[in-house]
């Protein structure tokens, strides 16, 4: 019984990206509404879609970062720091993730892995990652962190 409401309540998610991927992009307040809800078990810092449109990706107070699928409306977690996952930025033409955490660690990731790990992790900041930016073109990141410094990788 669980696995068919599951999959009525997957298929639902998919009718109601259907509908609003073939409808023209809009600014009006008026028109948005939920059209669903992703539940997590800690409180979130943050939350993105991705450039291309499928995936949402969301930071909570936990060492895994989220990341779920548009069309299945699966969740996968993304393991790789030991603290709060506070920031994050993704490539506009790639499939880049960038986290930043309050253990003071940068993690790069491969966001359309099928169960991504982190291809990079370095120390960046003494005490919490504030901020996260990937150039517009990828090819640089920058960071901000409690140390006061602001560092291009």
């Known amino acids: 019984k669980q696995l068919t409401e599951q999959r009525a309540k997957a298929n639902q998610f998919q009718e109601f990206v259907k509908l609003f991927r073939d409808q023209q992009p809009t600014a009006d307040p008026e028109r ?6 992703f539940s997590h078990s800690r409180p979130l810092y943050s939350c993105k879609i991705d450039a291309s449109g499928n995936y949402l990706l969301a930071g909570a107070q ?3 970062f989220n990341r779920w699928d548009l069309v299945s409306a699966e969740n996968t977690e993304l393991l790789g720091h030991q603290s709060w996952v506070r920031r994050f930025d993704v490539g ?5 993730l960038i986290t930043g955490a309050y253990e003071g660690k940068v993690a790069w990731w491969n966001l ?4 991504p790990k982190p291809q990079h992790l370095v120390t960046a900041h003494k005490g919490y990652v504030r901020a996260v930016a990937i150039s517009p073109d990828g090819s640089l990141v920058a ?6 410094l602001v560092k291009l990788w």
């Not at 359309?112 to 169960?115: L, R, W």
């Not at 960071?143 to 006061?148: I, S, V």
């Open 62 to 64: 936990g060492s895994a």
């Open 92 to 96: 506009r033409a790639s499939p880049l």
């Open 112 to 115: 359309e892995a099928e169960q």
């Open 143 to 148: 960071t901000g962190g409690n140390d006061c």
């Open 32 to 37: 948005f509404r939920e059209v669903a809800a």
